[in-house]
């Protein structure tokens, strides 16, 4: 199972939900009984709570993530066996849960046999994610590593832009797709995490945890090297512009909320398209 950080979680989540509109699929306000899968610190949790009046229960694999989510109940469990029984909530969603896992299809298959109504996730389509930085390196060194460790990462880290077909595919009905953009935006004055993130630029850290992951996408142990060695000198950069109060940085990670219908579960086609399904595009703000 792959592992995040506390600090990871709440840093790259921070203002994520600023604009909710693109929530509006998932009724909130009506629901009785949520279940968050993967809920890690419960960054989405804690706007579930905001939006209902009804229980929030959180759930993950990773006790010491779920011990910071502020919720109804916690339950450590596996979001493909969950431990609940059929229709034991109104509305199953998760957030950047299933680009984490080998099979996102037996996890949705699961949201739905523990939901009575709804089932929905948030995920990005992290190729899609757009870097603009006033260092001139930055950005075409991001979209390297990026497509790299895309091309070597197990798991579809893009999933965001599909998910719907595969809810689709599993029998959902009227199936909902909405993406929104999350903004990060990196200017003076700088807090402290972003010059804690300059920092680790100039150290090599991500390209040193991701080298597995780089050299199954193609690149050889000494490109590996040759690509750290450049984002470290690019990280030197930030950190000398961030001194000079000139650094500036945008990033834009698309997100997509999808939702669907369980009541058509194992009643439709094979296909399991419905003449109802629906896909709207909604531009909004976001972040990752
Ligand atoms: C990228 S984090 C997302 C956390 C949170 N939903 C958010 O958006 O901040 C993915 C989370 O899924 C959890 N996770 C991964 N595989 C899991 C599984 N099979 N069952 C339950 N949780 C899992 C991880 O422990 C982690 O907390």
């Not at 993967?38 to 804690?46: A, I, Q, V």
């Not at 990280?235 to 000079?244: F, I, N, T």
């Amino acid at each position: 199972m792959r592992r995040f950080s506390s600090d990871y979680l709440t840093d790259t989540r921070r203002g994520m939900w600023a604009d909710r509109s693109a929530l509006a699929p998932l009724a909130l306000d009506s629901r009785t009984r949520i279940l968050d899968v993967g809920c890690g610190t419960g960054e989405l949790t804690r706007v579930l709570r905001e939006e209902t009046d009804g229980e929030v229960v959180a759930l993950d694999a990773d006790r010491a993530l779920l011990d910071e989510a502020d919720a109804d109940y916690r339950a450590l469990g596996d979001a493909t066996r969950l431990p609940f029984c059929d229709d034991a909530f109104d509305l199953v969603v998760c957030q950047a849960l299933l680009i984490n896992l080998p099979d996102p299809r037996v996890a949705i298959e699961e949201f739905a046999r523990v939901s009575s109504d709804r089932v929905a996730c948030v995920e990005p389509d992290n190729a899609a994610v757009t870097v603009e930085s006033s260092v001139e390196a930055e950005s075409p060194l991001a979209k390297r590593a990026r497509d790299t460790y895309i091309a070597g990462v197990e798991t579809d880290v893009t999933l965001g832009s599909s998910a719907a077909a595969l809810f689709r595919e599993i029998g959902l009905a009227d199936v909902e797709s909405r993406r929104y953009e999350h903004e990060r935006v990196v200017e003076p004055p700088y807090d402290e995490a972003a010059l804690e993130a300059a920092k680790a630029k100039a150290a090599g850290t991500r390209i040193a945890e991701q080298a597995p992951t780089l050299r199954r996408g193609g690149l050889s142990p000494e490109a590996v090297d040759e690509l750290k060695n450049e984002w470290r000198a690019m990280g030197r950069d930030v950190v000398e512009a961030m001194a000079a109060g000139t650094y500036e940085r945008r990033a834009v990670v698309p997100f997509y909320v999808v939702a669907g219908q369980v009541d058509a579960v194992g009643e439709s086609g094979e296909s399991g398209e419905s003449d109802a399904a629906s896909e709207s595009d909604a531009a909004g703000e976001k972040r990752d």
